[in-house]
């Protein structure tokens, strides 16, 4: 069974930096590409992040291409989406996700609120 559990989030103010964590068990995660999506309230899934399996190949929306950075740690089956510059409207639960795209199996999520 696929088991993602997402940690690291919080209130912070804009301009704040935050580093998530997903811990991945149950499946291949060294063999898996996987994803960050994100949901405000209100809004539908948002697919913002990915890293292929061997932590090279990556994708960025635009709309946080340049503040934010994914990368893995296939030995402790980690994933990790480092989160600089956060605006207001970064404002969310974030989900790690199995697989390349917004479809996957996801955590339970972690809330990341940025308010002044």
């Known amino acids: 069974e696929v088991q993602l559990v997402e940690s690291g989030g919080g209130l912070v103010h804009p301009g704040a930096s935050l580093r998530l964590s997903c811990a991945a068990s149950?499946?291949?995660?060294?063999?898996?590409?996987m994803s960050w999506v994100r949901q405000a309230p209100g809004e539908g899934p948002e697919w913002i992040s990915a890293?292929?399996?061997?932590?090279?190949?990556?994708y960025y929306d635009d709309s946080v291409k340049g503040r934010f950075a994914v990368s893995r740690d296939n030995a402790k089956k980690l994933l990790y989406l480092q989160m600089n510059s956060l605006r207001t409207d970064d404002t969310a639960v974030y989900y790690c996700?199995?697989?390349?795209?917004?479809?996957?199996?996801r955590g339970q999520g972690t809330q990341v609120t940025v308010s002044s």
């Open positions: 149950g499946f291949s995660f060294e063999s898996s590409d």
């Open positions: 890293i292929a399996s061997g932590g090279v190949v990556t």
């Open positions: 996700a199995s697989g390349w795209g917004p479809y996957g199996s």
